[in-house]
C-alpha cells in the first residue's frame, strides 16, 4: 500500500518496525560498512520430502494436496519447476503442466524442526541472525569473515553445515546490505554461492530492471519510469535532488538501497520465550471415547511438553491438566510438586493420577485435552539430591537424554513412545 | 434458638474455631459455624472437611436450636462489642446480636447443609501430656512435604516401637524423627499420618494447657480432646515410605562445630547464595570448616572459616541453607555434630548436649555441586 511515508515502507520490507523503535530521519540512513549474509534453501518442502523418501529424488515432485482437492503448490522441485511447476500455482494448473509429478502432503511439524535446526547452524557463524521465513535468513557477518579465511570462505562452510547435517543444499549471497545479500543469492540457485563487493554490485546487479529492486511496487516503478530510469544502476547514479523531487525522501531512500548502502540491520530473534509455562493440547476425533485413547494422547502431550521444556533447559513443578467434555464444559485441575522436573514419564505419571481422579469411571466423550507445566525455571546443574531417589528417575533421565539427541539428529517424528504412538499425529 | 453467654468467653471461643476456616474456600458453608445450643451448652463447630474443630462453653439457653452463620463476620461482633454479656436470638436462620444499646442481624444458612462431624465410635483412647506432644510436633513438622504426589509425605507419621514412640517427618530431602520414651501408643495404634495442620492446632493450643491430651483413634480420623475443645483431623492413608532404609548406619566422618558460630556463618554466606538452590558449600578439614556460597546474579561471593573438629579427610557438600538452619534452631544445643560419608549422600546431624541429645535424629541430603 502506498500512503505511508516511505520511511514505513521501507521498515515494511527491511525491517519489522518495533514499536519502540526509533525511526531515523532519512539524512541519517548511512553505509556502515556492514557485511550480510542472506540464505535461501532450495526447494525448501520438496528437498525435505525428497530427504524423506529417497525414491523421490531427482522426480518432479510438487508439496502440496493433491489435485482433486483445490490445493496449491507450496514448493516445487527442480525437475517440476522445468516444466513450469511454480509455488502458488494450483495443483491442477500444476497436474496439467507436468502430468507425471508427484504431489507429497506438507507435514509442517518437521518442516518447522528443521528450520529451527537451521537456527541453530547459522547461530554458529553470527550472533546476528533473522530468519524472515522457514526457508530464509539473515546473517550479519561484519567483522567475522577473517575468522574463516575469507567471506567465501564462510560462505561455504555455512553451506557445508547444512548440507552434512540436514543434507540439504542452499544457495548464498553474501553482500554489504540485506538487499543486495538476497539479490546475491538469487544470482546462482540452485547450490550457489555469490559474494557481491562494490564492483560485483556494479556489473551483476545495476543492469538489472529497476522494478526488480526490493522496495520498487508498480507505482514506484512507473514514478521512476516516467523521470527516466530503467536499471537499477540507473538509480543508483541518478542525482539525488532530481529523485527528492519526485519521490520525497522515499525516492533517496531507495537510491541508497540501489547502491547497496542502506542501513537495514539484521534484526535477531528473541532467545527463547519468557513463558511462565508451556502447554499443548489436542481435540480428540469424535469417536475417541476410549480411555486408552485418551491416556494415549496425554502420553504424547507430555511428550511433547517436555520435550519443548528440555530444549529451552527448563524444568517445572506444577503439572495442569486441560479436559473438555464434548458438551464443552471445560475442567482444569493442576498439581504442584516439590522437586523440579522435565522428566516426561514422571510427569506423565502425575498427568495420569489427575485424569483418572477427573474422569473417574466415566466413560464420557472428551473432546480436548491439554497438559500444560508451570512454574518454570532454568535447571539447575546442582540438583537438590532425595532420600527416596531410586533408580526411575536415572533410567528415564537416559531414555530422555537418547530420545532428545535422535530428534534432534533426525526430526521430531524419527521416534515416537510406544505408548503414546495411538495419540500421536 | 436464644441464648446469652458471657462476651469474653464466647469471643475466646470463638477465635478457637476460627483457626480451621481457611479464608478462601470452594463451598460457601465452610465459611460458616455451626452454632448448637442445647441445654445449658453452646457448641460452636467449624470445619475445612480435612480438620473439624468443636468446643463448648456454658451460657443460658432460653430456647435450643441450631444454625449457621458467617463465621468471620459474627465473631468480629462479638468482639467488638460493648458490655459483659450478649444475647444471640435465631429465627429462620436469621441471627440477632444484642449487647448494651447495639443490635446487629446478620443472615446464616440452613444447619442442615452444614457438613456432618465424623463420629468415632468404639475406637481406642489414650492421654498424652501435652508437652510432650507439642515438643514432638515442634521437632518435626517442619520437615514435611507439600508435594501433592506423595500424600503420605504430606503428614508427619506417628509411630509406636516397642516401649517408645516416634514422630517422623521427611520432604525426600531431609528427615526428623523424634523418639521419646512412652509406650502408651503401643499397642492402641500403628502407624498414623496426620496433617501437619491438625498437629500444629493442637500444639497452639497447647501451650497454654498443662494438662494431658486425650487422643481417640479411628478408622480413618483421629480425634485430640483439650479440655472443651475437640479436634477432629483426617488420617492420611499410608504406607509411609520405609524411612528407617534411608538413614545412614555408618557415617564415619564426624564434625562437631559449635551450634552458634555455624547458626550465625550459614545465615550470612547464604545471603549471597543462589536464589533458588540457596546451596552453601561446607568445606571439611582438618583445618575448619570453610563454608562458601556464590550468587551469580549479583556477583556475589561468600566465605567464612569456623573452628570444628575433624581429623578425617577433606570433604566439600553443598547443603541448602535454609535446611541446615531449620535443624540448627531445632537442637537446642552448644555443639552440633555432623555424622557423614560421601558428598552426594545423607548426612546425619545431632545435638551433642542439652535436652535433645537422645532420641532426636535428623537427616540432610546434600544438593550436588555443579563441577
Known amino acids: 500500500m502506498f500512503g505511508n511515508s516511505w520511511q514505513d515502507r521501507v521498515d515494511g520490507f527491511l525491517e519489522k518496525p518495533e514499536a519502540n523503535q526509533k525511526r531515523r530521519p532519512p539524512g541519517a540512513a548511512r553505509f556502515r560498512g556492514r557485511r550480510i549474509v542472506h540464505i535461501d534453501m532450495d526447494a525448501y518442502f520438496a528437498a525435505l520430502e525428497e530427504i524423506k523418501n529417497p525414491h523421490l529424488a531427482g522426480k518432479p515432485i510438487a508439496v502440496g494436496s493433491s489435485p482433486t482437492s483445490r490445493g496449491v503448490v507450496s514448493t516445487a522441485s527442480y525437475p517440476a519447476r522445468r516444466y513450469g511447476v511454480r509455488s502458488g500455482m494450483s495443483t491442477r494448473e500444476a497436474l496439467r503442466l507436468c502430468p507425471q509429478v508427484i504431489f507429497v502432503g506438507s507435514e509442517l511439524q518437521q518442516y518447522t524442526y528443521v528450520s529451527a535446526e537451521l537456527i541453530n547452524i547459522y547461530h554458529k557463524f553470527s550472533p546476528s541472525v533473522q530468519a524472515t521465513s522457514v526457508d530464509e535468513a539473515f546473517l550479519d557477518i561484519t567483522g567475522c569473515a577473517h575468522l574463516y579465511g575469507s567471506e567465501e570462505q564462510l560462505g561455504r562452510q555455512l553451506k557445508n553445515t547444512i548440507r552434512d547435517k540436514l543434507s540439504l543444499t542452499c544457495s548464498v549471497g553474501i553482500a554489504s546490505t540485506k538487499v543486495m545479500a538476497k539479490v546475491a543469492s538469487s544470482v546462482f540457485k540452485p547450490d550457489g554461492l555469490t559474494v557481491l563487493d562494490q564492483q560485483g554490485i556494479i556489473q551483476i546487479v545495476h543492469p538489472l530492471p529497476v522494478g526488480k529492486l526490493w522496495g520498487v511496487g508498480p507505482s514506484t516503478l512507473r514514478a521512476l519510469e516516467e523521470i527516466g530510469i530503467k536499471t537499477i544502476g540507473d538509480l543508483a547514479h541518478w542525482p539525488v535532488d532530481k529523485l527528492r523531487r519526485r519521490l520525497g525522501s522515499f525516492g533517496e531512500a531507495l537510491r541508497l538501497i540501489a547502491r547497496g548502502e542502506d542501513d537495514s540491520r539484521v534484526l535477531a530473534q528473541e532467545e527463547p520465550p519468557q513463558d511462565k509455562s508451556m502447554s499443548h493440547e489436542r481435540t480428540l476425533p469424535l469417536k475417541a471415547v476410549s480411555r486408552d485413547y485418551q491416556l494415549a494422547t496425554l502420553h504424547y502431550l507430555c511428550d511433547r511438553v517436555t520435550r519443548r521444556m528440555r530444549r529451552h533447559n527448563y524444568e517445572g513443578r506444577t503439572v495442569t491438566l486441560k479436559l473438555r467434555w464434548t458438551d464443552f464444559k471445560t475442567i482444569t485441575r493442576a498439581i504442584t510438586f516439590s522437586q523440579y522436573t522435565d522428566d516426561t514419564l514422571h510427569i506423565y505419571k502425575i498427568v495420569k493420577g489427575i485424569w483418572q481422579a477427573a474422569v473417574g469411571e466415566s466413560n464420557k466423550p472428551v473432546r480436548l485435552l491439554g497438559v500444560a507445566v508451570s512454574h518454570l525455571r532454568e535447571k539447575v546443574n546442582n540438583p537438590q539430591l532425595g532420600l527416596f531417589d531410586n533408580s526411575a528417575g536415572r533410567r528415564h533421565k537416559i531414555t530422555d537424554t537418547f530420545i532428545d539427541s535422535l530428534r534432534d539428529k533426525y526430526g521430531e517424528s524419527v521416534i515416537h513412545r510406544a505408548y503414546s504412538h495411538l495419540g500421536s499425529d | ?371
Open chain 2, 1 to 371: 434458638m436464644k441464648f446469652t453467654a458471657a462476651k469474653l468467653e464466647l469471643s475466646d471461643r470463638l477465635q478457637t474455631v476460627l483457626s480451621v476456616i481457611s479464608s478462601k474456600t470452594t463451598l460457601p458453608i465452610l465459611a460458616n459455624l455451626m452454632i448448637d445450643a442445647e441445654g445449658d451448652t453452646i457448641k460452636l463447630s467449624a470445619t475445612d472437611l480435612d480438620i473439624s474443630i468443636a468446643t463448648t462453653l456454658s451460657g443460658n439457653i432460653a430456647k435450643s436450636g441450631k444454625t449457621t452463620v458467617p463465621a468471620r463476620t459474627f465473631s468480629e461482633i462479638i468482639r467488638e462489642l460493648p458490655g459483659d454479656d450478649v444475647t444471640c436470638t435465631e429465627q429462620n436462620n436469621r441471627m440477632e446480636i444484642k449487647a448494651g444499646s447495639g443490635v446487629y442481624k446478620i443472615s446464616g444458612m440452613a444447619p442442615d447443609e452444614f457438613p456432618k462431624l465424623p463420629e468415632i465410635k468404639g475406637a481406642s483412647q489414650t492421654r498424652i501430656p501435652a508437652e510432650q506432644l507439642l515438643n514432638m510436633v515442634k521437632k518435626t513438622a517442619y520437615a514435611v512435604s507439600a508435594d501433592e504426589t506423595r500424600p503420605a509425605l504430606n503428614g508427619v507419621l506417628w509411630q509406636a516401637s516397642g516401649k517408645t514412640m516416634h514422630m517422623v517427618a521427611t520432604d525426600g530431602h531431609r528427615l526428623a524423627r523424634y523418639t521419646v520414651d512412652d509406650n502408651r501408643l503401643s499397642g492402641v495404634k500403628e502407624d498414623l499420618i496426620i496433617p501437619p495442620k491438625a498437629l500444629q492446632l493442637v500444639a497452639k493450643m497447647a501451650v497454654e494447657m498443662e494438662d494431658e491430651i486425650g487422643i481417640t483413634f479411628g478408622e480413618k480420623n483421629i480425634v485430640f480432646t483439650l479440655g472443651n475443645t475437640t479436634i477432629t483431623s483426617r488420617l492420611i492413608e499410608g504406607p509411609y515410605p520405609s524411612y528407617e532404609q534411608v538413614i545412614p548406619k555408618d557415617n564415619d566422618k564426624k564434625v562437631i562445630v559449635d551450634v552458634a558460630e555455624l547458626t550465625g556463618g550459614v545465615r550470612r554466606v547464604s545471603i549471597l547464595s543462589n536464589s533458588l538452590t540457596r546451596q552453601v558449600k561446607f568445606s571439611f578439614s582438618k583445618k575448619g570448616l570453610e563454608l562458601s556460597a556464590t550468587n551469580q546474579d549479583v556477583g556475589g561471593e561468600a566465605k567464612e572459616k569456623i573452628p570444628c573438629d575433624y581429623d578425617g579427610e577433606d570433604l566439600e557438600i553443598g547443603y541448602n541453607a535454609g535446611y541446615v538452619l531449620d535443624i540448627l534452631k531445632n537442637l537446642e544445643s552448644e555443639k552440633v555434630e555432623f555424622s557423614l560419608s560421601t558428598s552426594i549422600s545423607a548426612g546425619l546431624v545431632a545435638a551433642c548436649d542439652g535436652p535433645m541429645k537422645d532420641g532426636y535424629l535428623c537427616l540432610i541430603m546434600p544438593l550436588r555441586l555443579a563441577d
